[in-house]
């Protein structure tokens, strides 16, 4: 018997939804009417913000009629970890800010825009942009490799370079991740030099590239330590149209794990000896896991285990757990149920009851409808002090609706359902919506969109980022 593992997936997965198609043409499926029936409640655990800094206004570069009335798209705020207490932000717009955590005015850090390295983030403003950076974990080491270098995200026209995956269709833009040289890393503007290491074609305007990391909990000598992480989405349009999802030849819908300091005649970067289809004919080397359809944001707890956050299609918001060559199901799937892809003979957008045959996908550990939320955005563990009742749960943010959501973080099974608490959030005495507080008109919709985020600090202390406003502001527990 063929070994379902070295056939390419999309394949196999057609095969399976033919036969489940036709079984459907007999017994007619339908459809899941609420997904998620049990409503997400308030927990025992109340917080309130305090005001941290606030970024610059930004301006879209977009000519287009669509632009984004954000103050500013800021997405991340992530420590410097040197021990300089420096935080660093992005403003999707092509800006990186540096504060510390004495809330120091935000500077420019570095203007992409500036740079002459083809960033272009006009075709979309609300998904394209500086999406994301990350500092080498020998970033202040002396002597060392990855002394002085970062790593940043983001969009660029697609006649600004060649792609190493999709050049043939890149007809919108292209993802690239850039390396970044400093000749100071206890400066806080940047001067020095960069170099283009990885870039994908895209079709469409959404679904692209997305956060970027390290594995800070790795040392010297572990493999996974200066292994870099980021993350794909399907390539935009609705339903995966270039079934994206299943297919291993480009690493789209996946997580990338590259080794950034090393490099060959066919790329300016290393594959890791042990991501998991090395050396599997007609599979994309840098995949680490796939099957995933936005994977927005992802994010390491001080164990190593990483936490992925899965934006869906018209139904299931995900968290999944990271697990090297797992299969999260999308297109075929989304959350833990069946998409009509997945079983074939039915509409799309409904989701559906799983068929008998499962073809070894992993399950989301925890999940949400579209009655609690629209689109997943960060999250993290909390590993601070401020706030002990959130000690070591996992923490993760709706960016439509503005709710923050935790979950316990100790027995997490994927397929398990962890049951999901809403953090409340108090003001004089008194609960506040986040979106009514903060909100900005959605040019997806005709509703106020909340823009929220979290952002961590070296210590582990959260912080939310609003683009409606442009303000940073420190969660804390109630005096």
């Known amino acids: 018997m063929m070994n379902s593992r070295l056939l390419p997936f999309h394949i196999f997965a057609l095969i399976a939804?033919?036969?489940?198609?036709?079984?459907?043409?007999?017994?007619?499926?339908?459809?899941?009417?609420?997904?998620?029936?049990?409503?997400?409640?308030?927990?025992?655990?109340?917080?309130?913000?305090?005001?941290?800094?606030?970024?610059?206004?930004?301006?879209?570069?977009?000519?287009?009629?669509?632009?984004?009335?954000?103050?500013?798209?800021i997405q991340y705020m992530y420590p410097i970890t040197d021990?300089?207490?420096?935080?660093?932000?992005?403003?999707?717009?092509?800006?990186?800010?540096?504060?510390?955590?004495?809330?120091?005015e935000p500077a420019v850090f570095l203007d992409i825009r500036e740079q002459d390295v083809g960033f272009d983030d006009s075709m979309f403003?609300?998904?394209?942009?500086?999406?994301?950076?990350?500092?080498?974990?020998?970033?202040?080491?002396?002597?060392?490799?990855?002394?002085?270098?970062?790593?940043?995200t983001f969009s660029a026209s697609s006649e600004s370079g060649t792609a190493n995956y999709l050049?043939?269709?890149?007809?919108?833009?292209?993802?690239?991740?850039?390396?970044?040289?400093?000749?100071?890393?206890?400066?806080?503007?940047?001067?020095?030099s960069s170099r283009e290491i990885f870039r994908i074609g895209q079709f469409a305007q959404n679904h692209n590239i997305g956060n970027i990391a390290f594995n800070l909990s790795a040392r010297p000598g572990d493999a996974d330590f200066g292994m870099l992480y980021f993350s794909l989405g399907d390539g935009g349009g609705a339903n995966d149209p270039n079934e994206n999802g299943q297919s291993l030849s480009e690493p789209m819908s996946s997580m990338l794990r590259i080794d950034p300091l090393a490099s060959s005649e066919e790329r300016a970067y290393g594959i890791p000896a042990d991501n998991p289809f090395v050396g599997q004919p007609g599979i994309a080397p840098e995949i680490w896991a796939y099957g995933l359809r936005h994977p927005q944001h992802f994010s390491f707890d001080q164990d190593g285990?990483?936490?992925?956050?899965?934006?869906?299609?018209?139904?299931?918001?995900?968290?999944?757990?990271?697990?090297?060559?797992?299969?999260?199901?999308?297109?075929?799937?989304?959350?833990?149920?069946?998409?009509?892809?997945?079983?074939?003979?039915?509409?799309?957008?409904?989701?559906?009851?799983?068929?008998?045959?499962?073809?070894?996908?992993?399950?989301?550990?925890?999940q949400f409808d579209h009655d609690e939320g629209y689109a997943i955005s960060s999250g993290f563990v909390y590993r601070g002090s401020l706030i002990p009742e959130l000690?070591?749960?996992?923490?993760?943010?709706?960016?439509?609706?503005?709710?923050?959501?935790?979950?316990?973080?100790?027995?997490?099974?994927?397929?398990?359902?962890?049951?999901?608490?809403?953090?409340?959030?108090?003001?004089?005495?008194?609960?506040?919506?986040?979106?009514?507080?903060?909100?900005?008109?959605?040019?997806?919709?005709?509703?106020?969109?909340?823009?929220?985020?979290?952002?961590?600090?070296?210590?582990?202390?959260?912080?939310?980022?609003?683009k409606g406003d442009g303000w940073i502001r420190r969660l804390?527990?109630?005096p």
């Open 305 to 366: 285990k990483l936490y992925i956050s899965d934006i869906g299609q018209a139904q299931i918001e995900e968290v999944n757990i990271g697990i090297s060559g797992a299969n999260y199901g999308w297109r075929l799937r989304e959350g833990t149920f069946a998409t009509a892809f997945g079983i074939g003979g039915v509409r799309p957008n409904p989701v559906y009851p799983l068929p008998a045959a499962d073809y070894g996908f992993t399950y989301p550990v925890a």
């Open 125 to 152: 403003p609300n998904e394209t942009g500086l999406a994301g950076f990350a500092f080498h974990p020998q970033f202040a080491a002396t002597g060392t490799p990855g002394y002085g270098k970062f790593y940043t």
């Open 83 to 104: 021990g300089s207490g420096r935080l660093v932000i992005n403003d999707l717009r092509g800006l990186l800010y540096i504060t510390d955590s004495s809330g120091q």
């Open 476 to 478: 804390q527990a109630m």
């Open 391 to 466: 000690q070591g749960k996992y923490v993760f943010t709706d960016m439509v609706t503005g709710r923050i959501f935790y979950i316990d973080t100790v027995g997490l099974t994927p397929g398990g359902n962890a049951p999901i608490s809403e953090l409340r959030i108090i003001r004089a005495g008194e609960t506040i919506s986040l979106r009514e507080e903060f909100g900005f008109p959605d040019t997806y919709g005709r509703e106020i969109r909340a823009g929220l985020r979290l952002g961590i600090d070296g210590e582990g202390e959260f912080y939310l980022l609003s």
């Open 167 to 192: 050049d043939h269709d890149s007809e919108n833009h292209e993802s690239v991740v850039r390396e970044w040289t400093v000749v100071d890393p206890s400066a806080n503007q940047f001067r020095g």
């Open 17 to 73: 939804c033919l036969s489940a198609a036709a079984r459907a043409a007999d017994s007619p499926i339908e459809a899941v009417s609420d997904p998620l029936p049990k409503p997400i409640e308030f927990g025992s655990i109340s917080v309130t913000t305090v005001p941290f800094v606030r970024v610059p206004r930004s301006e879209d570069s977009s000519d287009v009629a669509m632009t984004n009335p954000a103050y500013a798209r």
